[in-house]
């Protein structure tokens, strides 16, 4: 029975043990979460059973991608990067709209958002790239040039759509940049040139973004400041979430103490509850099930969740999660240091900071620190194709820690038979 189970459930078991840990406090977490598709749907367990489902999909994807022998993967790169830019700009001219943005496209009543693909994809090919154009002394200077040509147009696809995306995106590909030696003088520049186009773009927003919560509070009560279709120009047209990005910054910087009484909740309602939750926690936590601002937390069971996380386990069942990325992100990196290859290691390392760089991101936002981005908490927030997707590189970083494991018998073998 046990010989079977192992044949399921292959590869690091700590891995496997972060992944069981993460999947369970999703379930309870998205169960307590969940108030207001509960009433919503007028069903008390639907909600449930549908994120279970999904759970219970992607550990079911994971297991198959664990399955997959690495090498595979690499023949895999030049189709998911087609895939992924086709479905980038589908979703710019048929996605539907959610949150304002078309991040979803919908084929026979599914939906999924190709960023999720184009992030693994991007991943992969940097991993391929890196791994290719090692030396003694690092990577050569070529593979920069070629990361930047697939990042740049890829990146931008996403920018239009999810700017914080986008951003995620770009940080995990420089920190795999300097994991796979790419010259430092290299990573430099691309520093300032990106710090030269991040003010201008600041500039950009300001400047076409329109900020619609203080101008509305300009009018009259009875006066509207939507504008129709035709009204917009061809830039607003095309960079229509620069009105969200200008109100994000503008909330996030604002300095004027507000009273509590004269707070606004339905402007500023998920920065305010998620504030609340975290504090009516009294490090202690009040039990799962317990939370009370789920009922006013717009996107509780998925942007805000980690906020639930700490008014329901308290301070130290918030640690505990953020353990288990801090642990994932160890034992990538202990994989990685067994690998015989560069492709392995560079891949295993990507894809495990592709997890925890943005669950650092859902985590900042949670507690105020960073203004709100829209990503969710991985493997913990309610989702779809996101949830699935994210069990898959799971299953890759095991796949490979397979093939370490393999090495180092191999190496062990050797070493007694020399002995």
Same mark, same amino acid.
């Given at each position: 029975?046990?010989?079977?189970?192992?044949?399921?459930?292959?590869?690091?078991?700590?891995?496997?043990?972060?992944?069981?840990?993460?999947?369970?406090?999703?379930?309870?977490?998205?169960?307590?979460?969940?108030?207001?598709?509960?009433?919503?749907?007028?069903?008390?367990?639907?909600?449930?059973?549908?994120?279970?489902?999904?759970?219970?999909?992607?550990?079911?994807?994971?297991?198959?991608?664990?399955?997959?022998?690495?090498?595979?993967?690499?023949? !895999? &790169?030049?189709?998911? +990067?087609?895939?992924?830019?086709?479905?980038?700009?589908?979703?710019?001219?048929?996605?539907?709209?959610?949150?304002?943005?078309?991040?979803?496209?919908?084929?026979?009543? +599914? &939906?999924?958002?190709?960023?999720?693909?184009?992030?693994?994809?991007?991943?992969?090919?940097?991993?391929?790239?890196?791994?290719?154009?090692? #030396?003694?002394?690092?990577?050569?200077?070529?593979?920069?040039?070629?990361?930047?040509?697939?990042?740049?147009?890829?990146?931008?696809?996403?920018?239009?759509?999810?700017?914080?995306?986008?951003?995620?995106?770009?940080?995990?590909?420089?920190?795999?940049?300097?994991?796979?030696?790419?010259?430092?003088?290299?990573?430099?520049?691309?520093?300032?040139?990106?710090?030269?186009?991040?003010?201008?773009?600041?500039?950009?927003?300001?400047?076409?973004?329109?900020?619609?919560?203080?101008?509305?509070?300009?009018?009259?009560? #009875?006066?509207?400041?939507? *504008? #129709?279709?035709?009204?917009?120009?061809?830039?607003?047209?095309?960079?229509?979430?620069?009105?969200?990005?200008?109100?994000?910054?503008?909330?996030? !910087?604002?300095?004027?103490?507000?009273?509590?009484?004269?707070?606004?909740?339905?402007?500023?309602?998920?920065?305010?509850?998620?504030?609340?939750?975290?504090?009516?926690?009294?490090?202690?936590?009040?039990?799962?099930?317990?939370?009370?601002?789920?009922?006013? +937390?717009?996107? =509780?069971?998925?942007?805000?969740?980690?906020?639930?996380?700490?008014?329901?386990?308290?301070?130290?069942?918030?640690?505990?999660?953020?353990?288990?990325?801090?642990?994932?992100?160890?034992?990538? =990196?202990?994989?990685?240091?067994?690998?015989?290859?560069?492709?392995?290691?560079?891949?295993?390392?990507?894809?495990?900071?592709?997890?925890?760089?943005?669950?650092?991101?859902?985590?900042?936002?949670?507690?105020?620190?960073?203004?709100? &981005?829209?990503?969710?908490?991985?493997? @913990?927030? *309610?989702?779809?194709?996101?949830?699935?997707?994210?069990?898959?590189?799971?299953?890759? @970083?095991?796949?490979?820690?397979?093939?370490?494991?393999?090495?180092?018998?191999?190496?062990?073998?050797?070493?007694?038979?020399?002995?």
């Amino acid at each position: 029975m046990n010989q079977k189970i192992n044949n399921i459930f292959k590869g690091d078991k700590v891995i496997w043990m972060v992944f069981f840990f993460l999947c369970m406090i999703s379930i309870i977490e998205v169960f307590s979460a969940s108030s207001n598709l509960t009433y919503k749907s007028n069903n008390y367990i639907k909600p449930i059973m549908m994120h279970s489902s999904t759970i219970i999909a992607g550990v079911m994807v994971a297991i198959l991608t664990l399955n997959i022998p690495c090498r595979y993967f690499k023949l !895999m &790169t030049p189709f998911l +990067l087609f895939f992924s830019v086709f479905t980038l700009l589908l979703v710019l001219v048929a996605g539907e709209d959610i949150n304002g943005a078309q991040r979803v496209i919908a084929i026979f009543g +599914l &939906t999924f958002q190709p960023s999720e693909i184009a992030k693994g994809s991007l991943v992969l090919a940097t991993a391929q790239i890196l791994s290719a154009k090692q #030396t003694e002394n690092g990577a050569d200077r070529s593979a920069f040039k070629w990361i930047l040509i697939l990042t740049i147009p890829m990146a931008g696809l996403i920018m239009l759509e999810n700017l914080s995306t986008a951003v995620l995106l770009c940080s995990v590909i420089f920190l795999m940049m300097f994991i796979g030696r790419v010259p430092m003088i290299q990573l430099g520049k691309l520093l300032g040139v990106v710090l030269g186009i991040g003010i201008a773009f600041f500039a950009f927003i300001m400047l076409v973004g329109h900020d619609t919560r203080k101008e509305q509070e300009k009018l009259n009560a #009875t006066e509207t400041i939507v *504008k #129709t279709k035709e009204e917009k120009s061809s830039i607003e047209k095309l960079f229509h979430r620069a009105d969200t990005w200008k109100g994000r910054i503008d909330k996030f !910087m604002e300095d004027d103490k507000v009273e509590a009484k004269d707070y606004d909740l339905d402007k500023d309602g998920q920065v305010a509850h998620a504030n609340i939750a975290i504090v009516s926690s009294n490090v202690i936590g009040r039990g799962p099930g317990n939370s009370v601002e789920r009922d006013f +937390l717009a996107q =509780a069971f998925s942007d805000f969740i980690f906020a639930i996380i700490i008014e329901e386990m308290g301070i130290f069942g918030a640690a505990f999660v953020v353990f288990l990325y801090v642990i994932l992100l160890y034992r990538a =990196a202990r994989i990685a240091s067994r690998c015989e290859n560069n492709f392995p290691a560079l891949l295993a390392m990507g894809l495990a900071l592709l997890l925890v760089v943005q669950a650092s991101f859902n985590m900042l936002v949670a507690v105020g620190i960073v203004p709100v &981005t829209g990503q969710p908490l991985p493997l @913990i927030s *309610k989702g779809g194709t996101s949830t699935i997707i994210n069990c898959a590189y799971i299953g890759a @970083i095991l796949s490979i820690s397979r093939s370490a494991k393999k090495v180092d018998k191999e190496k062990k073998q050797t070493t007694t038979q020399i002995a």
